[in-house]
């Protein structure tokens, strides 16, 4: 079966229903499928407002968002969405087992699905020493976790629906450079094409583009080679 999962931006411009500024001017860019794409800015670039774009959260104003090469606003929203694993900034976890958080988003999902989503996740180990394992109650009426464990958790939450496209929203911040390089390989392992939001220099290492983004602009792409070549901030965000 071909890879499925491209991800294209053409002339993208948004802004929210309730204002009139853009929050995302002129962005293009494109992910073919199975690719690893970081996506670097300050805080209030438009990281966030670019993802939403992806599975509809919001339209496009202006230019288009195309999923294997269909303009996504003509894609009925549940075929558009199965297919993508979206892990937002605000990581939402439950009262409930650690097995049904997992399977929040594919409720049939088998205890082997679970568990190997959890092993991809990096979090199965964490889980098994658990007082209950998988069966743990977690949130406000069961064990507290870590920021980082609760990040893992919800990325498994993501990929048990075994997505085309995962977006991960700034969701390895708490992970130490270990752990989360060995997230991603496996990540890279499932070949989806990844949308990666980071702070962190380190987890743009395995991405094939990276995206530089201020104030809603698009101020530089390219590989970690092309960008320490060309772009001065980029040069500046490595040595810092
Ligand atoms: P960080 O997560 O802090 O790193 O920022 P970001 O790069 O993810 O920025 P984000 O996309 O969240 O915001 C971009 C701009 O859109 C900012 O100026 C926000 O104030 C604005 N914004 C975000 N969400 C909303 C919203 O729901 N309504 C309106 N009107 N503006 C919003
Ligand atoms: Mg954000």
Redesign the pocket.
């Known amino acids: 079966r071909p890879l499925k999962g491209a991800v294209e931006f053409r002339q993208v411009g948004f802004?929210?229903?309730?204002?009139d500024?853009n929050?995302?001017s002129d962005i293009s860019f494109s992910a073919r499928a199975g690719e690893t794409l970081a996506i670097m800015?300050?805080?209030?670039?438009?990281?966030?407002?670019?993802?939403?774009l992806i599975p509809r959260l919001y339209e496009a104003d202006e230019g288009a968002v195309l999923v294997d090469g269909i303009d996504n606003r003509k894609m009925e929203l549940e075929t558009l969405r199965r297919q993508i694993g979206y892990v937002p900034?605000e990581i939402m976890l439950f009262s409930g087992t650690v097995a049904e958080n997992i399977s929040w988003g594919k409720r049939d999902a088998s205890l082997d699905e679970i568990k190997d989503a959890a092993k991809r996740a990096q979090i199965h180990e964490t889980i098994m020493k658990l007082p209950l394992q998988y069966d743990t109650v977690i949130g406000q009426k069961g064990v507290n976790l870590s920021g980082g464990q609760k990040q893992r958790l919800s990325i498994a939450r993501a990929l048990v629906r075994k997505p085309a496209i995962l977006l991960l929203?700034?969701c390895t911040s708490a992970l130490d450079v270990r752990t989360e390089s060995a997230l991603l390989a496996e990540l890279k392992d499932l070949s989806c094409t990844i949308l990666l939001?980071t702070?962190k220099i380190s987890s743009t290492a395995n991405a094939d583009t990276i995206l530089l983004?201020d104030d809603?602009r698009l101020l530089a792409s390219g590989s970690h080679h092309e960008l320490m070549q060309n772009s001065l901030l980029y040069q500046r965000i490595y040595e810092s």
């Open positions: 802004r929210y229903p309730d204002s500024v929050v995302l800015g300050s805080t209030g670039s438009g990281k966030t407002s670019l993802l939403g900034q929203d700034d939001v702070q983004m809603g």
